[in-house]
């Protein structure tokens, strides 16, 4: 299996701007995790889904992150609009019980 | 107060040196237990998951306290490739609310 793949790997735009950050879980796994990581405030989860429904979208930090699953091997988180301070790496993981196994994440700057 | 709660470090030891990290969690409703590595610029991987009744795989000894809502991580032999950050991560009960500890960094020198 090729892992949990994400793209893109690198992102740069200016504030403002819609980003798509996209994820395509391994195979099988039934729930996928979003999350955040900054030098700032760590890693936070932002959201997760099981069978791709949302369970607990408590982490989103404002109505300009939404994320979707519209089938079990596809994700998005996008942000709309864009600011500087959501400048981070997003990562997205997947797991059947209770190993989550994460992709590369994505390196967000935000200008 | 952070919900996971670890020393930062960072812990600077030689190698075939023994070092211990530290994790309080706040929620007694947690149920399941881990430590997570992640090297520099790299995604967090699973290190080992935690039991009520301790375990350890090779070099590494991990323990949980539920009474005192304490984790802890042992390595003996410190390694050069040891060197990395270690994750304490709590899940909520109820489902998958994982929540990441701020991480120890440690450096191990030859």
């Known amino acids: 299996d090729a892992g949990v793949i994400q793209s893109p790997r690198h992102e740069v735009t200016e504030m403002g701007q819609e980003v798509t950050l996209r994820c395509k879980p391994i195979s099988g796994h039934d729930y996928l995790f979003w999350y955040r990581q900054t030098m700032m405030r760590g890693l936070e989860l932002l959201i997760y889904f099981n069978n791709n429904v949302p369970i607990d979208d408590s982490g989103m930090p404002e109505d300009r992150f939404s994320a979707k699953m519209p089938n079990a091997s596809f994700s998005t988180l996008k942000i709309q609009p864009s600011e500087p301070r959501d400048s981070a790496v997003y990562f997205c993981?997947?797991?059947?019980?209770?190993?989550?196994?994460f992709g590369p994440g994505t390196r967000l700057t935000v200008t | 107060r952070k919900e996971v709660e670890q020393d930062p470090g960072p812990f600077n030891v030689p190698e075939g040196a023994t070092v211990a990290f530290n994790c309080t969690y706040s929620?007694?409703?947690?149920?399941?237990f881990f430590w997570y590595r992640q090297d520099c610029r790299k995604e967090p991987k699973l290190l080992m998951s935690?039991?009520?009744s301790g375990n350890e795989d090779g070099r590494f000894t991990a323990q949980l306290n539920r009474a005192s809502q304490y984790i802890s991580l042992l390595i003996r032999d410190s390694k050069l490739s040891d060197s990395a950050t270690y994750l304490c991560v709590v899940n909520r009960g109820g489902g998958f609310k994982t929540i990441f500890g701020a991480g120890t960094r440690l450096f191990v020198k030859a």
């Open positions: 993981a997947s797991s059947t019980i209770d190993e989550q196994y």
């Open positions: 929620n007694s409703a947690s149920q399941s």
């Open positions: 935690v039991y009520s």
